[in-house]
């Protein structure tokens, strides 16, 4: 099957670099097309005909649009020979998928951007008020999560190989680094982030790697 797959993607976006991740993992070629998220591209009426969400990314793969990054990602799981994206048993399925949503369901959508900017704006806080949001809440979910990750053993959220899970943390760490959050107390967490420091399939879906777009 000739798969072909296209991701529309900003390189800062988490939910995009959770599937650059996936991706890399399943060894599928990608081609990127950034869109840039500062310029409003978005919104044009191009991108909300593949995405009416308006939101990144949107993965053109198999004659579809697919859309929201977990649901990307256990598509590509179910469609790809081979892939351990989710473990083969139900309660291993469970874990993962529990440790994925915490990151993609609790902690990432109170620490979008655009809500936290909502709420500096409304309290008239600027940038400092932004930057204590993201703070707290970031630091509140990953305490969490190491919560959970006790009851997993290995050097990846489970087990002896990256999942959906690894591929959901590793972005939320990137976030956690650029506001400012301490995370070395977080002993599961960070040897999590050493394992998958050294994998080509995490180096390359790096934001820094990818680079930010052109200004259009």
């Not at 859309?67 to 351990?84: D, F, N, P, R, V």
């Not at 473990?87 to 990432?108: F, N, S, T, W």
């Not at 190491?146 to 959906?164: N, V």
Request: net charge negative.
């Amino acid at each position: 099957m000739n798969r072909n797959p296209v991701l529309y993607d900003y390189w800062r976006s988490s939910a995009s670099y959770r599937v650059r991740i996936a991706l890399n993992l399943l060894g599928l070629e990608t081609e990127l097309r950034p869109v840039n998220l500062l310029t409003g591209a978005n919104q044009t009426e191009d991108y909300l005909s593949m995405n009416p969400q308006g939101l990144l990314p949107t993965l053109v793969i198999d004659g579809k649009h697919l859309t929201q990054s977990l649901a990307i990602i256990e598509y590509l799981h179910a469609t790809t020979k081979g892939s351990k994206l989710l473990p083969e048993k139900i309660d291993g399925q469970y874990q993962v998928r529990q440790l994925a949503y915490a990151i993609a369901m609790e902690i990432h959508p109170v620490c979008n951007l655009s809500v936290a900017k909502h709420v500096s704006e409304l309290t008239g806080g600027g940038d400092e008020t932004k930057v204590n949001w993201m703070r707290h809440f970031i630091n509140k979910g990953l305490t969490a999560f190491e919560g959970l990750l006790q009851d997993t053993d290995g050097p990846f959220c489970f087990g002896d190989q990256p999942t959906m899970a690894d591929c959901c943390l590793i972005p939320q760490l990137y976030n956690a680094d650029r506001w400012g959050v301490d995370t070395t107390g977080f002993a599961r967490i960070e040897t999590v982030r050493k394992t998958t420091d050294g994998l080509e399939p995490f180096k390359v879906a790096h934001p820094d790697a990818v680079g930010a777009p052109p200004a259009e």
